[in-house]
């Protein structure tokens, strides 16, 4: 059964700062990964979708990377923002006519002005 | 553009009532699911639709029923609420399958049965 793991639990940084989300898998025979963000009482916005066949994503200040040999993904945050502050979460889709999305916890991202 | 909407936002249930949870999105998606996200658990795939008509369990199916009567839509039901069932819900949907395409998500809706 895939297993979805994010550390750490919770971030808190000072505005300015680069930083960096890990994920970890533990199937490595995924379709792909995709990152997204959760706001307090609110839903799910997605960030960065990243396809087995590709190693990284990126979108303006974020960068995802996606090792699938290793089992890992980052999510790199430049130049960090109070806005930025939230639950950052990731998902695997792996398994064969899998149609769900297997979700680490999350780490909660705090950025101090 | 609406993108997924969920309704209600936001309701209370007393144990043994039934209600229905309606997602709503606009972008022509051919699948549609529903999530639970409890604490410390993670977000659990309920069920599931790919296409106008079809449905199928996800991970932790019992206690709910659905349907997607028309493709926009995809309903979920509580036939006797469960104090176990107190979470909060959210509806996704994606253009094809999960493993080609990104998966866009509601609002949630956050449901207490006392």
């Known amino acids: 059964k895939q297993e979805v793991t994010q550390i750490p639990a919770a971030l808190s940084v000072p505005e300015g700062e680069n930083l960096v989300l890990n994920c970890s898998f533990t199937?490595?025979?995924?379709?792909?990964l995709q990152w997204f963000r959760q706001d307090p009482g609110k839903g799910l916005t997605s960030l960065l979708l990243?396809?087995?066949?590709?190693r990284e994503q990126t979108s303006g200040r974020l960068n995802a990377s996606l090792d699938k040999s290793s089992g890992r993904s980052t999510l790199y945050i430049a130049a960090s923002q109070p806005g930025d502050s939230a639950t950052y979460l990731c998902?695997?889709?792996?398994?064969?006519?899998?149609?769900?999305?297997?979700f680490g916890k999350g780490t909660k991202l705090s950025v101090i002005p | 553009n609406a993108g997924v909407t969920q309704t209600p936002k936001f309701r209370v249930l007393k144990t043994g009532q039934s209600m229905t949870l309606l997602c709503a999105q606009d972008?022509?998606?051919?699948?549609m699911y529903w999530y639970r996200q409890d604490p410390g658990m993670g977000l659990r795939l309920i069920h599931y639709?790919?296409?106008?008509?079809?449905?199928a369990k996800g991970e932790v199916p019992d206690g709910y029923n659905v349907s997607r009567l028309k493709k926009q839509n995809f309903l979920l039901g509580l036939e006797s609420a469960a104090p176990s069932q107190t979470s909060v819900y959210f509806c996704?949907?994606?253009?094809?399958?999960?493993?080609?395409?990104?998966?866009?998500f509601g609002q949630g809706t956050r449901l207490t049965v006392v």
């Open positions: 990243i396809q087995s066949s590709q």
């Open positions: 972008m022509n998606h051919e699948y």
């Open positions: 199937d490595s025979a995924i379709y792909n």
């Open positions: 998902a695997v889709v792996s398994g064969a006519g899998s149609y769900q999305l297997t």
């Open positions: 639709s790919v296409g106008e008509g079809t449905t």
């Open positions: 996704a949907s994606s253009l094809y399958s999960p493993m080609n395409t990104e998966a866009f």
